[in-house]
T-cell receptor, first 115, second 111 residues
Framework: GAGVSQSPRYKVAKRGQDVALRCDPI?????LFWYQQALGQGPEFLTY????????KSGLPSDRFFAERPEGSVSTLKIQRTQQEDSAVYLC?????????????FGPGTRLTVL | DQQVKQNSPSLSVQEGRISILNCDYT??????FLWYKKYPAEGPTFLIS?????DKNEDGRFTVFLNKSAKHLSLHIVPSQPGDSAVYFC??????????FGTGTKLQVIP
């Protein structure tokens, strides 16, 4: 398909484990965003990439969270030493333009459950 | 500090009637506003947007109104259809493209 894809769709981790969440944006989309959505809440911004450059990581909740997009396409969000409060849906979105206003296309999300 | 607020967690409307979803914001730097629709187990889907230089934007059955002085926007759906049943997120942006979302309103359109 031509949309944003994320894998895995569901992930169960034991507290203390490391996890890696993958995002495949729409081909050619310059901007890529990661959001965290807790139950009953709206998506909350984590980090933003423009091509391979991470321009804003102000939303990452702790230094256990790390994101990369080394070749300006696929991105990985890594969470080290997972905690129960990390349980949430992690959404990835991409958009076409470098500046200005454009809609973000969201993937289906990865639901992370930390036991 | 919730900069984008959707005070109604849920709304029920009869099919064919108007649905009005409300949103308030506090950050005066926001200059672009969006509505997203979300079905269960899917990511949010863009619905409609409005720039702060306008007070109304219409797209088919969907109209967004912006009242900057009140820092308030609303989404009108006319006529409402059962397929419109979903969670609607209001979102706002200021600057490059960072988007702040509200907590969502679950709309149920009753046939």
């Amino acid at each position: 398909g031509a949309g944003v894809s994320q894998s895995p769709r569901y992930k169960v981790a034991k507290r203390g484990q490391d996890v890696a969440l993958r995002c495949d944006p729409i081909s050619g989309h310059v901007s890529l965003f990661w959001y965290q959505q807790a139950l009953g809440q709206g998506p909350e911004f984590l980090t933003y990439f423009q091509n391979e450059a991470q321009l804003d990581k102000s939303g990452l909740p702790s230094d256990r969270f790390f994101a990369e997009r080394p070749e300006g396409s696929v991105s990985t969000l890594k969470i080290q030493r997972t905690q129960q409060e990390d349980s949430a849906v992690y959404l990835c979105a991409s958009s076409l333009v470098y500046r200005g206003r454009s809609e973000q296309f969201f993937g289906p999300g990865t639901r992370l459950t930390v036991l | 500090d919730q900069q984008v607020k959707q005070n109604s967690p849920s709304l029920s409307v009869q099919e064919g009637r108007i649905s009005i979803l409300n949103c308030d914001y506090t950050n005066s730097m926001f200059d672009y506003f969006l509505w997203y629709k979300k079905y269960p187990a899917e990511g949010p889907t863009f619905l409609i947007s409005i720039s702060s230089i306008k007070d109304k934007n219409e797209d088919g059955r969907f109209t967004v109104f912006l009242n900057k002085s009140a820092k308030h926007l609303s989404l009108h759906i006319v006529p409402s259809q059962p397929g419109d049943s979903a969670v609607y997120f209001c979102a706002a942006s200021g600057g490059y493209q960072k988007v702040t979302f509200g907590t969502g309103t679950k709309l149920q359109v009753i046939p």
